[in-house]
């Protein structure tokens, strides 16, 4: 029954910006924490950002300064602005959310991922 889409994904030039979305929709009973990973080509996935139901948020050291993570609980949505993007930036990204669905216990659910390519 859970369901996390992405969007906002695409093509952007080095140094312009990119805000990626993900609901989370279905019989959720809690969200703990929200997050966004990637997986470049031949990589394995990285963690970019996470960010807790109170708002604390981690940040991978590549994207410190230039990503921004937030979440608006009311709608079951986590963000990731993404500034002053670089061509190593490029993967799909993944959402991530930490929850209690009505029928199961915590666990991690993942989204389709969405495509970011930053072209030099």
């Known amino acids: ?4 889409v992405e969007s906002g994904g695409g093509l952007v030039q080095a140094g312009g910006s990119l805000r ?4 989370a929709s279905g ?6 924490t929200m997050g966004w990973y990637r997986q470049a080509p031949g990589k394995q996935r990285e963690l970019v950002a996470t960010i807790t139901r109170g708002g604390s948020t981690n940040y991978a050291d590549s994207v410190k300064g230039r990503f921004t993570i937030s979440r608006d609980n009311a709608k079951n949505t986590v963000y990731l602005q993404m500034n002053s993007l670089k061509p190593e930036d490029t993967a799909v990204y993944y959402c991530d959310a930490l929850l209690v669905s009505v029928s199961d216990t915590l666990r ?13």
């Open 108 to 120: 991690h659910y993942w989204g389709q991922g969405t495509q970011v390519t930053v072209s030099s």
């Open 20 to 23: 990626l979305s993900c609901a």
């Open 27 to 32: 019989s959720i009973f809690s969200i703990n």
């Open 1 to 4: 029954q859970v369901q996390l």
